[in-house]
């Protein structure tokens, strides 16, 4: 997905390893697995957060800010959200 050099969790440092393991905890579980058709043949996947994770503080700030807006019992479910994200995302001419 990205261009840029990414670090994938298993090898954060310290500051960046707790941003992702303090994210994770913000999200719904229903997010936690992996998709399988989005399954690269080496096991891995495209992950948004990843491509901040230069940046674990801004990192934090834009993925807990996302993660507010998905909370359960908000008037939108997951699947709602994630039509809007993709018709945005074909909007812009965005894969991802």
Known sequence: ???????????AGPELRDAYQKLRAMYPPEY??????LLKPDG??????????????????MMAGLAVLLK?????GRREQEMIAAVVSARNGCFY
């Open 72 to 76: 359960p019992g908000l008037p939108l």
């Open 44 to 61: 891995t996947t495209d992950s948004i957060v990843q491509a901040h994770s230069l940046l674990p503080e801004a990192m934090w700030h």
């Open 1 to 11: 997905m990205t261009w840029i050099r990414t670090t994938p969790p298993d090898d």
């Open 32 to 37: 936690g697995p992996p998709v399988e058709s």
